[in-house]
Structure formats: C-alpha cells, structure tokens
C-alpha cells in the first residue's frame, strides 16, 4: 500500500508542480494562459489513471523482509472482513475510505450549487434595455455567440456569473446607483468568465482536487 501512495503522491506532485512552475515562469503573460495551463494540469491528472499504463513504473522498496509485509496485509485483510461484519456490510478499506473522504469535500461544492440556484431562483430580469443593449455588445466583443440573461437581486450580493447550458450574469439591488463605466467594466468582467467557461473549469478543477484530496498541490493549484 506505501509503494502505490507514495507512486500517486510523486505522480501528481510531478505533473501540477510543472504547471505551477510554467505558471511562475509565464507570471506577466495573459491571466487566459495561466488559467489554461493548470486547467490542462487539472485534465492531464484526471486521465492519469489511463495514462498509467504506457508510463514507466515507479517502484519503491518499503521494508527489508517481504515476509513481514506479507503478515501485515493478511492481517489488514482480516480486520476488515471482521470490521465488514460488526458494521453491516462496509468495510473502512483504503478504497472506502478514500471514496467517503471524497463524499465529505465535494459537499461544500454540492452545497454551494444549491444555494446558487436559490440565488438565481430570487432575481429579477433586468428591464433596462440600454443595460441590455450594453450587455449584447460585449458578448460580441468577446465573441460569446449567447447573450446571458441580465439578473438583478433584490439583496446584496456580489456580480457574478452563473450557469454552464444556459448562464446569466446576476448583479445586486444597488447596480442601479452605477455608473455607465462601473456597468461596463462589471459586465465586461462577467461575460469574460462566460467566454472563458470558467464556471465549468473551476467546477472540473474542484471534482479533480476532490478525487486527489491527498495530494496539497491540487488545492494550490
């Protein structure tokens, strides 16, 4: 089992360090490079697995006598159909215990999608049609062929955008106090994540840390 941790944790720290470091290296570039450099990292570690196979093994030699690690897992072995029947069918192997560990990080992204949708459920379309008009030319400017929905909440909440199939760009109560500048630059900066499909990136980006919860560089990165 040490040997395959430690095979993992090399593996991984292999492939997101080289893209913190190209990241590093590539600091006064466009933040667009950057952002598709880890989000490349963030694929090449989620197809790992079926790359596997055509990477040179790494093996590690953990103890000196085989025997005594053979003794090891026949014991772990048999602790875990014990345990396997004292709870009922589960049994706290490393591939459960790595999958419940999985269940308990993806629950703050899981949560945080509901109370998104509640979010967009309250808002209201923006009537404006300049806003709108607005809204319409800089998705041609970025060359988002659909305009998003324009949203206004009736509390405070920050500008965001929302929405992969169908996304809407949702702005606070008070956006009716802005500028015409304040508008676009908000805009502008909203439809640039809809152009950039950064909602479904950080949301892939947060499956994959899950899947590597092990491994600290995915949480850096």
Do not use: Y
């Amino acid at each position: 089992m040490l040997p395959l941790i430690a095979n993992l944790l090399i593996r991984s720290f292999l492939i997101l360090g080289a893209g913190a470091l190209l990241c590093r290296l590539l600091a006064r570039q466009q933040p667009k490079q950057r952002h598709g450099i880890l989000l490349a990292s963030f694929v090449l570690l989620l197809l790992w697995p079926i790359l596997a196979s055509w990477l040179p093994a790494v093996s590690f030699a953990v103890g000196d006598h085989q025997a005594v690690n053979d003794s090891v897992t026949v014991q772990q072995f048999t602790a875990g159909r014990h345990s396997a029947k004292v709870t009922n069918g589960f049994a706290f192997s490393p591939i459960n215990s790595w999958a419940l560990a999985v269940l308990v990080v993806l629950t703050p992204l899981l949560t945080a999608h509901v109370r998104l949708r509640e979010l967009v459920k309250r808002a209201e379309v923006c009537s404006d049609v300049g806003k709108n008009d607005l809204l319409r030319e800089l998705c041609v400017q970025l060359g988002v062929s659909r305009t998003p929905a324009l949203l206004i909440h009736p509390g405070s909440s920050m500008p965001m955008a929302t929405g992969i199939i169908r996304p809407s760009v949702v702005l606070p109560c008070d956006c009716h106090s802005w500028t015409q500048a304040r508008w676009r630059i908000v805009l502008l900066h909203e439809v640039a994540h809809i152009a950039r499909r950064d909602l479904l990136s950080q949301g892939c980006a947060r499956v994959v840390a899950a899947l590597w919860w092990f491994q600290p560089l995915s949480w850096v990165c």
